[in-house]
């Protein structure tokens, strides 16, 4: 897993109280790792903090899974 | 109207987590008031407050953990995980957890508190001004909401009947249990959680409560005297945190599982000053009037009372003017009447006091005991009432009352009697 990739299922394992091993990639925050709305509301804002990045609103909707919140991030993060 | 029960305490408070903990200190006169260590207090006035002695949870410490799975700690203030543990404590030591949709429907809450999630909201101003909208938490709100006690505890224990809440400053807790009582005497809830929890120990309401002159600043170097009411030295309260929370029941549903029945709630009497923002009214006749209403509700005399838990919480104007009502109320019964103020020992939990205060009662009753009110060196008025200084005193208790007054001028008064067929 890339470095960014690490640092992902870092936020996700300490936001949502999982088990590290549930965080992998085509886990969904919803269905696989119990999020409600508001959870990954914050988890956007948790990456942004993280990487230094806006995610608007719109690439938000498309972040579903932790692979979704990588990618994005490889493609986008600033730090 | 039905019969309503208390089945079921539980607390978080500055003497310890769990009602055994914190009430067997009571009863040794200890206080929970110390000097402040989780923020810089050099430049307020008041450096103390009665704070809740987190740990492991070992030896009746609070472990939030214990409470509150991290991930929903973080979202949320103080006020809404002591109303959890305490909650959680209630419903256990009542044996009821509703499982069909008919009993999780016939259990409601109603967990108040006085100012809910202070401290939420001063860290969020401060990161909204620094840092801009965007990084405001969706759980800002949610956390900080003053009914999300009652919400929560609503959601974990899956209690589906009313979802309420009080918020009458320093008398929400009292409120809580008496309104509680009343939606099961009328039969829009079987069971009701109810009371109240408090989170208030911060810069800001430090400094809130320091400008309105409300706070002790006379005892920083020495905390457990800080708490005395009726005492001529007194010089504000004591800032207190923490939660109670009480299982009311229908005596029959009580009675039909086999419940363990503490007390029964038989009077419940409400009042305005209509006078002043934050000082009582000097006549006393606001609580004069919740305490009398209290008493005609429960259908007795006020020579009937064996134990008051006052509000009295160590100001100077409001200790001798709810003295002076109750000796109004009293009359010649005065001389076989004991008064307490608990607070002496917990500080002032403000929107839990009530509920806390509540318990302290019913314990009253079950141990025949009355608790101290520590710190009383020198009484500042002299009166036939035993307001019993220092030490607590076993004598036999089967009725009493608990006064709790707010800013806003509203007042509460419950009253608890052993349960008699």
């Known amino acids: 897993m890339s470095d960014i990739g690490e640092r992902v299922k870092k936020i996700v394992v300490e936001h949502l109280g999982v088990e590290p091993e549930k965080v992998v990639d085509n886990a969904s925050f919803i269905d696989d790792l119990g999020a409600d709305s508001l959870d990954t509301v914050e988890l956007v804002m948790a990456f942004e903090e993280e990487f230094g990045c806006e995610i608007p609103d719109d690439a938000a909707e498309t972040i579903l899974t932790v692979g979704d919140a990588t990618k994005f991030l490889e493609k986008n993060a600033k730090s | ?421």
């Open chain 2, 1 to 421: 109207m039905r019969r309503v029960v208390v089945t079921g305490l539980g607390m978080v408070t500055p003497l310890g987590c769990g009602v055994e903990p914190t009430w067997k200190r009571i009863l040794n006169g200890e206080s929970g008031a110390r000097r402040i260590e989780s923020f810089d207090v050099s430049d307020l006035q008041t450096k103390i407050a009665c704070v809740v002695p987190r740990g492991d949870g070992s030896n009746g410490s609070f472990n939030a953990d214990q409470w509150m799975e991290p991930k929903d700690q973080r979202k949320v203030d103080d006020f809404i995980i002591f109303g959890m543990a305490a909650a959680k404590q209630a419903l256990d030591d009542a044996n009821w957890h509703p499982e069909s949709e008919e009993d999780k429907c016939a259990t409601g809450t109603m967990i108040g508190s006085g100012i809910g999630g202070l401290n939420g909201i001063a860290d969020t101003a401060i990161l909204l001004k620094e840092r801009g909208p965007r990084r405001v938490s969706p759980f800002f709100i949610p956390g900080r909401l003053i009914n999300l006690a009652s919400g929560y505890v609503s959601i974990e224990h899956g209690l589906k009947g009313p979802n309420h809440s009080v918020v009458t400053a320093c008398s929400t807790g009292a409120h809580a249990i008496g309104d509680a009582a009343r939606l099961i005497a009328l039969g829009d809830a079987d069971v009701m959680v109810s009371g109240g929890a408090e989170s208030p120990i911060s810069r800001i309401g430090i400094a809130g409560f320091n400008a309105a002159r409300a706070l002790s600043t006379g005892f920083n170097e020495t905390p457990e005297k800080a708490s005395r009411p009726y005492d001529k030295d007194r010089d504000g309260f004591v800032m207190g945190e923490g939660a109670g929370v009480v299982v009311l029941e229908e005596l029959d549903h009580a009675r039909r599982r086999g419940a363990r029945i503490y007390a029964e709630v038989i009077g419940y009497g409400l009042s305005g000053d209509a006078y002043h923002i934050t000082s009582p009214s000097p006549d006393g006749d606001g609580g004069f009037r919740s305490m009398s209403a209290a008493l005609k509700r429960a259908g007795l005399t006020p020579s009937d009372l064996d134990y008051i838990n006052a509000h009295g919480t160590s100001t100077p104007l409001g200790d001798e003017i709810e003295l002076g009502a109750v000796e109004r109320l009293l009359g010649n019964a005065a001389s076989k009447v004991a008064m307490s103020s608990t607070k002496s020992s917990t500080g002032h939990l403000l929107g839990a006091a009530g509920a806390i205060e509540a318990i302290f009662a019913i314990l009253a009753i079950r141990d025949n005991v009355v608790p101290p009110t520590i710190n009383l060196d020198n009484p500042s008025v002299q009166t036939a009432i035993d307001l019993v200084p220092h030490t607590a005193k076993k004598r036999e208790i089967n009725v009493v009352l608990s006064n709790s007054f707010g800013f806003g001028g509203t007042n509460a008064s419950v009253i608890i009697r052993r349960l008699a067929d």
